[in-house]
C-alpha cells in the first residue's frame, strides 16, 4: 500500500477496453451498459485496492459504513462515465440529455479578450464538457493530459477521434514548456482545461481542508491564474445515471493579480474554495468520486476500511487526468 497512485497500473487492459468501445459503436449504447453489471462484478472482486478505498471515502463522506451493493453503485457508476467517453469522443452527443449550470457566467468571461483556465476533477465525466461547445466551431478546447498514464484508453480516445490529439498539451513535457503552451493557448481565447485534484509525487502540493480533513492538492493548477492573469473556472461534469449529466461552471477567481510575495497565498486561497465547492458537490452525490486511491494520503497508506471478506487495512504545470 504504500505505492503513490501514479505508480499504479492502468485498470483493465487493451483487449477489454477496445471491446467495449466495439460493442458500443456497433451494438449501442444499451447493449454496452449491459455489461457493466459483469464488469462491475468482477472489478469489486479482483480489486481489493479500490474496493477498500471506496469503503473508505463513502464511509467519509456519508458518515456510515457502506453496503457492498452501495460500493458496487460507485464502481458501476465510474464504469458507466467510462463507456460513455466513448460516444461523447465519437461526437455521439445527441444520445445524452446534459443540462448546463452557470454557462452565462462562462460566457461572460470568455468574451474579456483573453481564454479562461478551467479546473476540473476525477469526478463524473470531465469529457461532457465537449457538449458544451456543440454548435459553437469557433471555441478553442485545450486540454492538459498525461498520455503515458493510461496507454490504453488514450490510445483508444484518439483513435475515435483523431482530432483531439490536436488539442492535447502533453502533461509529460518539461514544465516551462507546458506553461508557454498554457499561455499561447489562452492568449488565443481557448478554453483551457486541466484536473487539478492529483499532484505526483515529486510535485509541490498545497495542503487543503477536504470532508473534514487535510489534503494534499498540487500547487501549479491554483499558481496559474495569478501568473498567467485569466479567469479560474470550475468545471463539473457529475454523472446522474441513464443518459444525464448535469454540467456546471462555477468561477473561483477573475484573473487574479497578486504580487509576486503574495502569489503563494493566492493560490493557497484558491485551492481552498475549489476544495469547498468539490466537496459541495461531492457531498450531494459521492458516487461520482472517481479518485481511487486514499485522497488524503496520496502514497496509499492507511486504507482500512474494508468490507466483507476484504482485507483490513508556477514550479511544475502537471495536473494529471
Known sequence: MSEHWSERKEGGGRFAIWLIRGIGL???????????YPITLYFF?????????SYAF?????????????????IHRFAGTLLDRVFLLAERYARFDVRMHGLDELIARMQRGRGVLLLGAHVGS??????????????KLRVLLDVHKTPALTQLLHALNPAIGHGVIDAGRPPGEIVLALAEALAEGALVTLLADRARADE???????????????LAPFALGGILKVPVVLCLGMYRGGNRYDLYFEPLADAPAAARGQRAAAAQALAQAYAARLEHHVRLDPCNWFNWHDFWNPQGRGVDAAGPGVDAGADHARSRA
Open 126 to 139: 470531465f469529457e461532457v464538457l465537449r457538449a458544451a461547445t456543440i454548435g459553437h466551431p469557433e471555441v
Open 204 to 218: 509541490r502540493c498545497v495542503t487543503v481542508e477536504f470532508c473534514g480533513a487535510p489534503a494534499p492538492l498540487p
Open 58 to 74: 463513502l464511509t467519509r463522506v456519508e458518515g456510515r459504513r457502506p453496503s457492498a451493493w452501495r460500493v458496487m453503485r460507485h
Open 45 to 53: 472482486l479482483r480489486r481489493p485496492y479500490e474496493r477498500r478505498v
Open 26 to 36: 456497433r451494438l449501442g449504447r444499451p447493449a454496452a451498459r449491459a455489461l457493466l
